[in-house]
């Protein structure tokens, strides 16, 4: 597609009627209609092999590689890469006309829509952060806590949702308790056992209770309705959800929930471009936050979750081209995903299960269970397995070695397949 920029005397011309910003507009209207013509290609409820072969050929992954950590950084589809090129280049070619002013509020507002449909809430409970660690450090500093208050949350809780918190209570005075996590016991896990384990640690000094929505070690899928409902009933003022893991892999509504604040990072299963976050902020619990960035004209956004918002500089196209993520993956039948994810999900578990040189060490039950599972390859260092699996098979998955897990998470996404799967096991077989 050919992108005419706007000539400086057309421009002054319709500065002149006032219409200046469509104008301005014109061009990335343009990338998006190219964008939706490339999206309908898309097969919204894939179900057969061909459908999934289909759906792979829309992303850059090199054929060489079996990409096994969506968990780790997503990748982006091409249409969306594209069109993500395209705004670049709209933009570089004059940034002081196509990166800033009043033009921007009505894409803006839509991609703020956007991620509200993703997450079932209202579009005001929605500010366009950096990423998660930045949301958990918004309210690690602005929460009001101080003296004779807990923030609670458990050691799989992610270092970005948890180091803000011990730095911040050295100076606001509150205290900080996290505790074990039964990481050797999540193949036996319940949904009942889980809530049993929170409701044990609230105390009643607990005002904040954090958690992950899936962990991103074993993936422990959490019931945050219920937990959130349990954590009110017991006096917990805050609840905030740490959705980095989920969001775009699995349908997340938090609206309806008694959650308050739940933060996630696009560029992982949502594959949008890097350095943008969603962050939710449940509409009665906005005032009680103290902003962290804080700039001029801020205050017209008092009410809002935008207050919440970096009011610098921001990075324009990757936020249509995260408009352009969100609709990609809500392209694709939210069942239809979920059923993709559960069957290979119980392939690669059957097969672990029965494998003597293997051991599951993540939750059996799907409800609390995702796409994310931890395998162990029983006496060998994970981090020598994962880095001969990827030079030798091009296998990329996250090895994790703590005093709990020796473990290799694997991170697959729709449109991962039996066959790379069973590749798997052939390597196992081969080198171990
Ligand atoms: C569960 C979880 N929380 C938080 C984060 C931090 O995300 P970010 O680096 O985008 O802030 C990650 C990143 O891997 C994660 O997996």
Redesign the pocket.
């Known amino acids: 597609m050919q992108l005419t920029n706007v000539s400086r005397r057309e421009f002054m011309k319709q500065v002149a009627a006032g219409s200046a910003g469509i104008l301005m507009l014109e061009p990335f209207l343009r990338i998006r209609e190219s964008f939706a013509a490339a999206l309908a290609s898309v097969p919204r409820r894939p179900e057969s092999a061909s459908d999934f072969v289909q759906l792979r050929e829309q992303y850059s992954l090199a054929p060489d590689v079996i990409y096994f950590n969506h ?2 950084i997503g990748t982006i589809p091409k249409p969306v890469q594209k069109a993500h090129e395209q705004y670049l280049r709209v933009c570089e070619s004059n940034p002081w006309l196509y990166m800033w002013g009043g033009e921007w509020e009505a894409p803006r507002e839509k991609v703020r829509s956007k991620a509200a449909a993703v997450l079932h809430c209202q579009p005001d409970e929605v500010a366009i952060t950096h ?4 949301a958990f450090n918004l309210l690690a500093q602005g929460l009001p806590i101080g003296a004779g208050d807990e923030v609670l949350f458990s050691s799989i809780n ?1 270092p ?2 948890s180091i803000c918190w011990f730095h911040h209570s050295q100076k606001l005075g509150y205290t900080v308790r996290q505790f074990d996590f039964p990481v050797a016991r999540a193949a036996e896990l319940t949904e009942d056992e889980l809530l049993d384990l929170y409701d044990r640690q609230i105390s009643p000094r607990t005002r904040v209770l954090v958690f ?1 929505y ?3 070690m074993i993936g422990v899928r959490h019931p945050i309705h219920r937990l959130a409902r349990l954590a009110k009933a017991r006096g917990v003022r805050y609840v905030a959800v ?1 959705a ?2 989920i969001v775009g892999m699995l349908p997340v509504s938090v609206g309806d929930s008694a959650v308050d604040v739940l933060a996630t ?1 696009p ?2 299963w949502l594959q949008a471009p890097k350095g943008l ?1 969603l962050l939710y902020v449940r509409k009665a619990v906005q005032p009680d936050i103290h902003p962290m960035w804080v700039t001029w004209g801020q205050n017209r956004w008092k009410g809002t979750a935008r207050i919440f918002e970096d009011y610098g500089t921001r990075n324009m196209p990757e936020l249509l081209a995260l408009g352009d993520a969100i609709a990609f993956n809500l392209r694709i039948a939210a069942e239809k995903r979920e059923a993709r994810l559960r069957h290979l999900w119980q392939f690669f578990r059957q097969r672990v299960t029965a494998h003597p040189k293997l051991e599951w060490r993540s939750p059996q039950h799907w409800p609390i269970s995702a796409s994310l599972y931890a395998v162990e390859v029983k006496g060998h260092k994970s981090t020598d397995v994962a880095r001969l699996l990827f030079e030798k098979e091009g296998f990329v998955m996250r090895p994790f070695a703590t005093k709990e897990l020796n473990t290799l998470r694997i991170t697959p996404n729709v449109f991962s397949t039996e066959e790379e799967m069973e590749r798997f096991f052939v390597a196992i077989e081969r080198y171990f």
């Open positions: 968990g780790s990423n998660t660690t930045e992610h970005g949702a992950p899936l962990d991103n740490d980095a893991q990072s560029h992982k976050g």
